[in-house]
């Protein structure tokens, strides 16, 4: 089992930031804990914000929740077909290297 996930945000001003979080926790989480700007995380992870909206790469597929695609339909500013709430994402082995691109507000 990896204990660590190694993960990339990019912010809207090309601003890189390396960190890895552990296999369970979620993008979100993993930004958290390492002070990345950009994720506020309103809710704590409730899918009820939208403030950690994040653009994901290829590989981690579009939203299917469909509580998750309502709060991005309504709630997420400068909205994209790669659009998830980064809450709602765990961290697993194929995330290793994965970049996510954050948007430039957070509403
Ligand atoms: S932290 Fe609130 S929706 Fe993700």
Do not use: W
Request: net charge negative; glycine share 8%; with cysteine.
């Amino acid at each position: 089992m990896t204990d660590k996930i190694n993960i990339v945000f990019r912010t809207a001003d090309g601003e890189v930031f390396h960190v890895s979080g552990a296999p369970g926790t979620t993008v979100m989480e993993t930004a958290i804990m390492n002070d990345v700007p950009g994720v506020e995380a309103e809710c704590g992870g409730a899918c009820a914000c939208a403030t950690c909206h994040v653009y994901a790469p290829e590989g981690v597929g579009p939203a299917e929740d469909e509580y998750e695609k309502d709060m991005l339909d309504f709630a997420a500013d400068e909205r994209r077909a790669n659009s998830r709430l980064s809450c709602q994402i765990e961290l697993e082995p194929s995330l290793e290297g994965a970049v996510f691109e954050l948007p430039r507000v957070q509403i």
